[in-house]
T-cell receptor, first 113, second 115 residues
């Protein structure tokens, strides 16, 4: 049981490039989330999904897209990367139905230069 | 909208002493959950403790306890007998109990345990 896995761990992008951050969970969780953490700050919700085929915007969705074609995977797409997207990105999942805990992946550190 | 406030950017505590990390929240929802997460320098988010808004008793998990004062909208984390390994960032978070269960995080408190 690997929990929530994220790839890559680190990435440097040039301004205007695109990339996809991968997130996979093997706990059969319905709910999945993408957060970003800027230096010295708390986490802010980018997008979330309550099940396969269902996604919705969080607090800071601009510049990102997501899809949820399976229960296990929830990739985050960055189009036209900007320096403001330099951050650490965390994927999380939970059972839903008022489960106690969100399980977090190890994070992806992204730098846009 | 939900909001979490952590007013202590940093704290220094002597090893073996108890420490209280402050958290206040604001919400209009009658049902919500409050969480504390620990983030060590390695970066991962570690779940510590949970308190439901309707729970009658304060939550406890080993050396962690949550001092929940609903009328004051506060959910302070108490760590007893602090250890060097407790040095980390600590985040308070609130969960919406209706629908998407997304978490709203505070800005965190950096705790440093002094030997």
């Amino acid at each position: 049981n690997a929990g929530v896995t994220q790839t890559p761990k680190f990435r440097i992008l040039k301004i205007g490039q695109s990339m996809t951050l991968q997130c996979t969970q093997d706990m059969n969780h319905n709910y999945m989330y993408w957060y970003r953490q800027d230096p010295g700050m708390g986490l802010k919700l980018i997008y979330y999904s309550v099940g396969a085929g269902i996604t919705d915007k969080g607090e800071v969705p601009n510049g990102y897209n997501v899809s949820r074609s399976t229960t296990e995977d929830f990739p985050l797409r960055l189009e036209l990367a900007a320096p403001s997207q330099t951050s650490v990105y965390f994927c999380a999942s939970s059972y839903g139905q008022r489960s106690y805990e969100q399980y977090f992946g190890p994070g992806t550190r992204l730098t846009v230069t | 909208a939900q909001k979490i406030t952590q007013t202590q950017p940093g704290m220094f505590v002597q090893e073996k002493e108890a420490v209280t990390l402050d958290c206040t929240y604001d919400t209009s929802d009658p049902s919500y959950g409050l969480f504390w997460y620990k983030q060590p320098s390695s970066g991962e988010m570690i779940f510590l403790i949970y308190q439901g808004s309707y729970d009658q008793q304060n939550a406890t998990e080993g050396r962690y306890s949550l001092n929940f004062q609903k009328a004051r909208k506060s959910a302070n984390l108490v760590i007893s007998a602090s250890q060097l390994g407790d040095s980390a960032m600590y985040f308070c978070a609130m969960r919406d109990n209706f629908g998407n269960e997304k978490l709203t995080f505070g800005t965190g408190t950096r705790l440093t345990i002094i030997p």
